[in-house]
Antibody, heavy 122, light 106 residues
């Protein structure tokens, strides 16, 4: 059974750093792209970026380029999303999701993690 | 950027109704479109990919159609479990989601 299990909820202060995780199991972790999706409170889904754990090839949405860093450790089948300096506007639910890839960057998401709620407040 | 616009934003319907949600792309995306269902407090769930292909395990009352710039998600007979928010996502270029359509009880 394919599973993506994300790390637990976080409460942080503005300016702090944070790294959340997404552990894959039940499939070949290095053979599928893993994406990250933001959902702000009461709002829709926003694609942030995606990584191929096999070689750490990473792509970012222009809206999130430079704002976050996506990485992966294939030895433990885990992808990460990190911030160096959080802002209150980073308060959101963050989902990781496995991607099916049709080449030329054509990807949709077939399995999703349960989400990690990040709250940034002073 | 390819913009995705869903309509309506909210839809009130009753159990047994036929429900149709529309998603329009700002430029042609061929058939590179997926549909997801999201219930409150839960992760999205894939329903349809490549505009009309039903994901394994998804009930056959869900169907998708369209190509180019206009797409529809149809629920043939709305069930109590179907009250949720639905999102389209284009993947002709980097992923872009529609703003969502909430299906609520009439």
């Amino acid at each position: 059974e394919v599973q993506l299990v994300q790390s637990g909820a976080e409460v942080k202060k503005p300016g702090e750093s944070l790294k959340i995780s997404c552990k894959g199991s039940g499939y070949s972790f290095t053979s599928y792209w893993i994406g990250w999706v933001r959902q702000m409170p009461g709002k829709g889904l926003e694609w942030m970026g995606i990584i191929y754990p096999g070689d750490s090839d990473t792509r970012y949405s222009p809206s999130f380029q430079g704002q976050v860093t996506i990485s992966a450790d294939k030895s433990i089948s885990t992808a990460y999303l990190q911030w160096s300096s959080l802002k209150a506007s980073d308060t959101a639910m963050y989902y990781c999701a496995r991607s099916r890839d049709y080449g030329s960057g054509r990807r949709y998401f077939d399995y999703w993690g349960q989400g990690t709620l990040v709250t940034v407040s002073s | 950027d390819i913009q995705m616009t869903q309509s309506p934003s909210t839809l009130s319907a009753s159990v047994g109704d036929r429900v149709t949600i529309t998603c329009r792309a700002s430029q042609s995306i061929s058939s590179w479109l997926a549909w997801y269902q999201q219930k409150p407090g839960k992760a999205p769930k894939l329903l349809i990919y490549k505009a009309s292909s039903l994901e394994s395990g998804v009930p056959s009352r869900f169907s998708g159609s369209g190509s180019g710039t206009e797409f529809t998600l149809t629920i043939s007979s709305l069930q109590p479990d179907d009250f949720a928010t639905y999102y389209c996502q284009q993947y002709n270029s980097y992923p872009e989601f529609g703003q969502g359509t909430k299906v609520e009880i009439k």
